[in-house]
């Protein structure tokens, strides 16, 4: 049964840091998934991740995958109030690429 | 863009009443998803569907059942709903290529 961890569940960051969120998933998958929810708000997809290496930037988020290691990561640069949101990781079953499972999310607050 | 309409924002309903949510995505996406999401717990996978008449069940399927009849729409059923059904439902759709998902903004159940 595909599993999805995130770590750290809660961060709190300055201004202008660097932080990284850790996605692990439990079974065999090449498929991953970033998105960021607003409260109040439905998820808007941030990243598509879909082989081993694969890793894609937008703006100060950079999204990586490593499909031998099972693992993701989102790693923010010089964050800004405007990045404060929740953001999850999800993975497609490698059994059936139609199911995809969300990690629990990572609430994410910058501050001054 | 991407359209994913469901169709009541908020809905209260009494416990034993029949509950229809349905949503509807503009994309001509094969797959399409239903999710409830639970402060606490995350996004938990109710029902999929791949494909017209074909669905498959989530990790949490008790107590609901889905149909589609046609491609376009998915409907989620709580036969006779329950105060632990108060949730916010999410549906998204996807292309079978990508699998990446498409939300939409949400229904807020609450069951009294």
């Known amino acids: 049964e595909l599993k999805v961890e995130q770590n750290p569940l809660f961060l709190s960051m300055q201004e202008g840091k660097n932080y990284t969120i850790y996605c692990n998933y439990s079974?065999?998958?090449?498929?991953l998934y970033w998105y960021r929810q607003d409260p109040g708000k439905s998820l808007e997809s941030l990243f598509v991740?879909?082989?081993?290496?694969a890793v894609k930037q937008e703006g100060r988020l950079m999204a990586s995958l490593d499909t031998k290691a099972r693992l993701s990561t989102l790693h923010i640069t010089a964050a800004v109030h405007d990045l404060s949101a929740t953001y999850f990781c999800?993975?497609?079953?490698?059994?059936?690429?139609?199911?995809?499972?969300f990690g629990p999310g990572t609430s994410l607050s910058v501050i001054p | 863009d991407v359209k994913v309409t469901q169709s009541s924002r908020y809905l209260v309903k009494r416990t034993g009443e029949k509950v229809f949510l349905e949503c509807v995505q503009d994309?001509?996406?094969?797959?399409m998803f239903w999710y409830r999401q639970d402060p606490g717990l995350g996004l938990r996978l109710i029902y999929f569907?791949?494909?017209?008449?074909?669905?498959e069940k989530g990790d949490i399927p008790e107590g609901y059942s889905v149909s589609r009849e046609k491609k376009e729409r998915f409907s989620l059923i709580l036969e006779s709903a329950s105060t632990n059904q108060t949730s916010m439902y999410l549906c998204?759709?996807?292309?079978?290529?990508?699998?990446?998902?498409?939300f939409g903004e949400g229904s807020r159940l609450t069951v009294l």
């Open positions: 998204a759709s996807s292309f079978y290529a990508t699998g990446e998902l498409f």
């Open positions: 079974t065999t998958s090449d498929r």
């Open positions: 991740l879909l082989s081993n290496g």
């Open positions: 999800a993975v497609a079953a490698k059994t059936s690429y139609d199911k995809v499972i």
């Open positions: 994309m001509d996406h094969e797959n």
């Open positions: 569907s791949y494909d017209v008449k074909m669905k």
